[in-house]
């Protein structure tokens, strides 16, 4: 899609925006099983790793955002669908958060690397 918009559109500068996928079952995860978010983490490797590749063919994609940053109320699914990166735990009243391997990996792999490369 990315290469698909830079040929279509004389390469344009491309943000993109709520990026993120849920995991049926996920909000009914209890403990340090709720962090392991494994579908999530393989989908922003994949995605990224792609995005990155297009760049380098010349794909000018200057923004990046994902869906979400903390799980939160889905107009369909209230909170049984979860697209955090950090999970909040909305059983108890302090609703404590946590972040979630995905989170983790993003933090490690990608906002790292980028801050890196702004740096040099």
């Known amino acids: 899609m990315l290469r698909y918009m830079k040929n279509r559109y004389d390469n344009p500068y491309i943000w993109v925006?709520?990026?993120?996928?849920?995991?049926?079952?996920?909000?009914?995860?209890?403990?340090e099983s709720a962090l392991q978010d494994r579908l999530r983490?393989?989908?922003?490797?994949g995605y990224i790793g792609e995005a990155c590749k297009a760049t380098d063919d010349g794909v000018r994609?200057?923004?990046?955002?994902?869906?979400?940053?903390t799980d939160n109320w889905e107009w369909k699914e209230g909170f049984k669908t979860r697209f955090g990166i950090v999970r909040i735990d909305f059983d108890k009243k302090d609703l404590p958060r946590r972040v979630k391997n995905s989170g983790k990996?993003?933090?490690?792999?990608?906002?790292?690397?980028?801050?890196?490369?702004?740096?040099?």
């Open 41 to 45: 983490t393989d989908y922003f490797r």
């Open 61 to 69: 994609l200057t923004h990046y955002f994902t869906w979400s940053f």
């Open 105 to 120: 990996w993003l933090s490690q792999y990608v906002f790292k690397v980028s801050n890196q490369s702004k740096n040099r």
């Open 17 to 31: 925006l709520e990026n993120g996928i849920s995991e049926k079952g996920e909000a009914g995860r209890t403990g």
